[in-house]
């Protein structure tokens, strides 16, 4: 070949296929490589020729995600603290939403509007960027909180297990009580205030008020918000991957994983982390698990509050 007509090129194959083994040898050292059954030659040293071929494997990925050790031991502890972190930060963001909104609801209050202006503003920057300086603030080494709250402490914030997930917890607490302050604050608005003059005149309690009359009617209006807001937190990636990444790193599992991993961050792993682990049918499967997982709870949530506007 001479694509200028000054210099010869010649191509020459890099592989020899052999039909009758169905195998692959390398022209340049004679490796031999075998076709394995699922879409891809391997040599008998574990090197791989890429790219692969599609096979029919049905609900092999499924399998090995319930008899596989090293997947479904880490499989049912992400799952478990998956539901620990969309149930908590749903908990929290509305406890603490709502609080502040019967606090800064008080018409007599003095700088009302602006107490509410404070509030909103965690939620006016952007997550990701929150995310980050949250990473910053809890840096072992040289982060404010340890250098300067703590007198110098060396606090592993995002590298032990344990205070990993509850540095997740308090940082999705920050980002996430605005919203639920800004729709408490409305469906607090919108209860009739003769409901609630006749409830003090009966002699009911502040906390006879609220557990009695404003919760319930609050929870008819909000409930739906809940529900969406469990959903997002279940597959709250941007989270999980810009503070812990995932980690600290689970060493025992044969699945690229961390033990502050979502269901969502390890399928993001699996599918797309580089070198040795990428799966992209485990991480398809493991997707399909987590679309039926929040596709029933939305639906019997939703189905619930349904039955709560008919008793009001």
Known sequence: ???????????????????????????????????????????????????????????????RAVTEEGIRGPLLRVTLWTFTFAILSVITTFALGLGLAILFNDAKLRGQRWYRVAMVLPYAFPGFLSAFVWRALMNEDFGFINQVLLGGAEVPWLTDELLAKISILMVNLWLGFPYMFLITTGALQS?????????????????????????????????????????????????????????PKDFNATINVGHSDILISMVYKIAFSTGEGRDFGLASAFSILIFFV??????FSFRRTKTLEDVN
């Open 1 to 63: 070949m001479t694509p200028d007509a000054s210099q010869a090129v010649t191509f020459r194959p890099r592989l020899d296929f052999n039909e009758e083994l169905d195998t692959m040898t390398r022209v340049e050292d004679g490796k031999v490589f075998f076709d394995t059954g699922q879409g891809i030659y391997t040599a008998q040293d574990g090197e791989e020729l890429a790219p692969g071929w599609r096979v029919f494997i049905g609900m092999d990925n499924f399998t």
């Open 191 to 247: 209860i009739p205030e003769e409901l609630m003059e006749s409830a003090r005149i009966d002699g009911a309690t502040p906390w006879q008020q609220l557990r009695l009359i404003k919760l319930p009617l609050l929870l008819v209006s909000i409930a739906p918000l809940l529900i969406t807001s469990f959903a997002f937190n279940f597959n709250n990636f941007s989270l999980i991957y810009l503070l812990t990444g995932g980690g």
């Open 294 to 299: 929040v596709g029933t709870i939305s639906y």
